[in-house]
């Protein structure tokens, strides 16, 4: 296990492909126990988390996703979804799905640092993961009530962000880096 809080945000990568191995119920619990310890504006917490370990519910899900993004000119959705074979959670054996209220006006910033502390507290189990927005489409049609209810989303929350994890069977090179895309003012 890698501890070093520094060396595991350069090792995090998106992962697109894992093995059909459930987390154990104790990299799960840390995972949410990560999530839970997040920051927030005037700490209101306001997301709620989803874990989806049912794969008929994420197939559900994907299908509606797809179904909304296909139904769009190309243009105006994914390319991911030229692959046949694309499905939104790449299979993988759990997702978390967070959602909030949209009145809350740093929710979505609240949600994404949470969503980032799942991704490294991830990481440094030796799991992988890959942040989500595309699964958003599931509920912009007319599936979203008993989408949301599926989820258990608490009255009044919305999808704000999603991400698959699991044991990862890909890899990939660092992202590029832009460091033209820093000012330090003194
Ligand atoms: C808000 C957000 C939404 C994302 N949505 C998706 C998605 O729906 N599908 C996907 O495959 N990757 C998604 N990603 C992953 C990005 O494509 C990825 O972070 C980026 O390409 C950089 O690669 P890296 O994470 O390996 O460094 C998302 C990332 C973020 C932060």
């Known amino acids: 296990m890698q501890h070093n809080t520094l060396d595991l945000i350069q090792s995090r990568r998106s992962h697109r492909k894992y093995k059909p191995d459930q987390l154990t119920q104790a990299q799960l619990d840390a995972i949410l126990d990560a999530a839970l310890a997040s920051p927030s504006a005037n700490n209101r917490q306001p997301w709620y988390f989803s874990v989806v370990q049912d794969s008929a519910l994420l197939d559900r899900l994907h299908q509606e996703a797809a179904r909304m993004a296909l139904a769009r000119e190309p243009s105006q959705r994914?390319?991911?979804y030229r692959d046949p074979a694309f499905q939104v959670f790449y299979h993988a054996p759990t997702v978390i799905f967070l959602s909030a209220p949209q009145d809350n006006h740093y929710a979505m910033v609240d949600c994404g640092i949470a969503v980032y502390g799942i991704a490294l507290a991830a990481e440094a189990q030796g799991l992988g993961s890959v942040i989500l927005g595309l699964p958003r489409d599931a509920f912009s049609?007319?599936?979203?009530?008993?989408?949301e209810r599926a989820l258990h989303f608490p009255e009044g929350h919305q999808f704000v962000i999603a991400i698959a994890l699991g044991y990862p069977e890909d890899d990939k090179p660092a992202h590029d880096?832009?460091?033209e895309k820093i000012s330090i003012i003194r």
């Open 78 to 80: 994914s390319p991911r």
């Open 141 to 147: 049609g007319s599936a979203r009530e008993e989408l």
């Open 177 to 179: 880096k832009h460091p």
